[in-house]
């Protein structure tokens, strides 16, 4: 089984709505699916398939036939982004994996990860716009970037030392919460998570040798703020990537394209004094950034 290497990767969403994977080049987007029809090449045309295929050298092949071929490239100003998941096995999420964020919620710091999960149907683009329940529904609206990693081959019982070797690559995810789902209906985390369009994922991903997990600032946004909501480092993690696929993986396989929410650091709203929590409502857009992985952004309506 083969991983990408080397690669900035997303998906775009063809003119019949297909979303299909892209590579992203000095030279603008390279739609893979175009390509390799043109071409004649059998490739992966998602990043689920290429992953669950493992076969980064068909992917390789393509973009070396095609990386020239201005009819096969697209300026990415023009694209739609599609969502670079849309139905993996598992979509495991960290709690509380900052410090400052688990004093700020009044929290013990944990002493194993804490798990909880989404639903495939949070999943959603760069761009996207989240269509928000109605008020009687939930109303406490909040903001969570997170490092996403995903996994490229079957992880069981594995060490932390060679965790990330069963990394395929990393992107920037966002854990929306519903704080008073959350919160106040007995602590039902995945209630206040699992919402339609909860879990926007990208722009890109950025394969494993790109980056280092543990040496990334990460920074959140609302609207024209120019200082950021939160601003941390994932250096500051209590259970790094390696610690959190050790033990998921004891617990249970880690599949290629399972995806892990890797924690929140300070600076949430339910984190704030009840005086100064303002929640996030229909008109606001929130930009996620992480240091090499790019800024993921979309709109509350």
């Not at 997303?10 to 019949?16: E, F, P």
């Not at 390696?242 to 998921?248: D, M």
Request: glycine residues 8%; charged residues 25%; aromatic residues 8%.
């Amino acid at each position: 089984m083969q991983m990408p290497r080397g690669l900035t990767l997303l998906s775009l969403v063809q003119v019949d709505g297909r979303e299909t994977l892209g590579v992203k080049l000095s030279s603008g987007i390279l739609d893979v699916a175009l390509a390799g029809k043109t071409l004649n090449l059998v490739v992966p045309t998602t990043l689920e398939e290429l992953l669950a295929r493992g076969d980064a050298a068909a992917l390789e092949r393509l973009i070396a036939a095609a990386k020239d071929k201005p009819e096969f490239l697209k300026d990415e100003a023009t694209i739609k982004f599609g969502r670079l998941f849309a139905s993996p096995g598992k979509i495991v999420c960290v709690g509380l994996n900052y410090k400052a964020h688990a004093e700020e919620a009044g929290e013990k710091l944990p002493k194993i990860p804490i798990l909880f999960n989404k639903y495939n149907n949070t999943l959603a683009a760069h761009n996207c716009t989240i269509k928000l329940p109605p008020r009687e529904v939930s109303h406490k609206f909040d903001y969570e970037t997170e490092l996403l990693v995903v996994i490229g081959k079957t992880a069981r019982n594995v060490s932390e030392a060679e965790a990330l070797d069963y990394v395929a690559g990393y992107a920037v995810g966002h854990d929306f919460s519903a704080r008073d789902l959350q919160l106040e209906t007995g602590g039902q985390w995945m209630v206040g998570k699992t919402l339609d369009g909860f879990a926007p994922i990208g722009p890109y991903f950025v394969s494993a040798d790109l980056v280092d997990p543990n040496n990334l600032a990460i920074e959140t946004f609302v609207n024209d703020e120019a200082q950021p909501r939160q601003s941390s480092h994932t250096s500051k993690f209590i259970f790094n990537p390696q610690k959190v696929i050790s033990y998921a993986s004891k617990l249970f396989a880690l599949e290629p394209g399972d995806i892990i929410f890797t924690g929140t650091p300070e600076g949430v709203i339910i984190g704030m004094p009840k005086e100064k929590q303002v929640w996030l409502k229909a008109g606001d857009r929130i930009t996620s950034r992480i240091e090499k992985l790019g800024t993921l952004k979309f709109d509350l309506a």
